[in-house]
Nanobody
Framework: QVQLVESGGGLVQPGGSLRLSCESS????????MGWYRQAPGKQREVVAT???????NYLDSVKGRFTISRDNAKNTVYLQMDSLKPEDTAVYYC????????????????WGQGTQVTVSS
């Protein structure tokens, strides 16, 4: 049974930073491509960033240059460093993973963790 626990969200002013963490258990983390996703009120969930088992990363255009995804296989954890935050980054952020990078990009998972709320507001 896969479990995903996201943390690190909060309220931050525009231009501020947050570091999100997601600890995964119940699957072989080191074999999974991992992704961060977000869902704003009234909008569909979208993939924000992905990282392969080899450390190759990809980002949503609107977060390129501001967000950085990384992973620590020893801790079964994936991170999302978010800098220069904007109000439009406000959303609940989730992580998920799969051995297939395509599945991670598509993000059509049956199970999701509780997510962590990020609110960017002055």
């Amino acid at each position: 049974q896969v479990q995903l626990v996201e943390s690190g969200g909060g309220l931050v002013q525009p231009g501020g930073s947050l570091r999100l963490s997601c600890e995964s258990s119940g699957s072989i983390f080191s074999r999974n491509c991992m992704g961060w996703y977000r869902q704003a009120p009234g909008k569909q969930r979208e993939v924000v960033a992905t990282i392969t088992t080899d450390g190759l990363t990809n980002y949503l255009d609107s977060v390129k240059g501001r967000f950085t995804i990384s992973r620590d296989n020893a801790k079964n954890t994936v991170y999302l460093q978010m800098d220069s935050l904007k109000p439009e980054d406000t959303a609940v952020y989730y992580c998920n993973g799969d051995p297939s990078p395509l599945e991670v990009v598509l993000g059509k998972f049956d199970y999701w963790g509780q997510g962590t709320q990020v609110t960017v507001s002055s």
